[in-house]
């Protein structure tokens, strides 16, 4: 048995689909568990660049079945978007693309309820998807599911009764028009015949796969410090994007589960509001944001950046119980005359090395650094793990001695062939 889950340990973006497509070689499915089209997962092979947001990143591999299971919030709309473009640029994705029949559906209601939440004073600054109100409304019951949309009745009823209290909330709270009961249904059914070719009972599909030992790799989204358990909540997205939602967003036990492996950036960024202990406050952070072209691949917003901090690994290595960590983005510091990790974070005379639970105390914390020597030389090029600059080694073999998971992959470019596994 090989089925392996993928995630960010940091606050996303950490590089999870060129580290999914390059795993995906090696395996039967690939799956996406939680999120939604807030995820923007950058593949590029060699002067093909693409931005999966819903569809699992391994499908750029000919023959890999996908399937997004049923903890993901699909926008239908997003969905056949990202489709036709795939389908345009060459690559097939009818009967390789399996949706589960419990996922929940991004409606447009949702979508506005986000962007109105957001102009408030207290944001979070969301990707204003719509994934929080489609996630809240699963948990509170009145969400609407794939199924839903492939049953007529079904989908009428349930849209009717959200949009009584939805239009109601949008004109009372917000002052918002509401929306149309018929130019809705007809729409959403719509949407329904179109992807009803993909949809099915995903649970059974990757259950049958296992038992015919058939390998799965589960694609993160997210990273663990924005689980909604995990995270900076409230600063946080709304699904469990740590290892444990691999398994309640597909119906497949956590005993078949047998590696866990997290995807770090050799520094750390984050899109959005939220505590941020090691974030740049000086020219290094636009520096950093330009070489390692920080922009979001969803909204294109300036990502925050700052240095490694090793407690928000060691942190996400506890949670996720990752068994080995894929370090990307190594060349974006290959200029740098000093690097700093961050091994602790201080405050009130007290030290912490477990993430503080209070949002109050963590964005009090000082971090503690450690420094250590640049490289100063071009990574980019480099092949081997025995090849990299002596102190590009020293700084990998202290990341691994501070979070003491083992480092298997290091990354120095975009593309696939700019990847080496570290050895011992
Ligand atoms: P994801 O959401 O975790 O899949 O990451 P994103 O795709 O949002 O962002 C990662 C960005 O870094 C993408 O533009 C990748 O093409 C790029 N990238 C991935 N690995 C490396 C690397 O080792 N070096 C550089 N310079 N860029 C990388
Ligand atoms: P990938 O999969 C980075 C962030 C948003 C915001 C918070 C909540 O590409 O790593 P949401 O729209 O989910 O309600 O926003 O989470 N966020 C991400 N940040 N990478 C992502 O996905 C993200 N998906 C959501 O910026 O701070
Ligand atoms: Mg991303």
Redesign the pocket.
Known sequence: MSNSVIV?AQ???EG?GKVIDIFAAKADYIVRYQ?GN????TVVIGKDSFILHLIPSGILHKNKICVIGNGVVIDPRALLEEIAMLEERGIKVDSRLFISEEAHVILPYHKLLDELKEQKKKK????K?G??PCYSDKVARSGIRVIDLLEEDTLKDKLRSNLEEKNSVLAKIYGAEGFNLASMYKEYLDYGKKISKYVCNTKRLLNDAIKNKKRILFEG???TL?DVDYGTYP????SNSTAGGASIGTGVGPNKINKVIGVVKAYTTR????PFPTEFNDSLMEKIRQKGKEFG??TGRPRRCGWFDGVVVNHAVMVNGLDELVVTKLDVLDELDTLKICTGYKFGGKIYNDFPASIKTLTQCRPMYEELPGWRKDTTGITSYAKLPTNAKRYLKRIQELVKTKIVLISVGSERNQTFSKGD
């Open positions: 960010g606050w996303g973006d999870k999120g807030n995820a923007g997962h979070i600054g969301t990707t998807k994934i929080g989204a997210q990273g924005l600063f946080v997205t709304s899109v959005g509001e939220g691949a969803t």
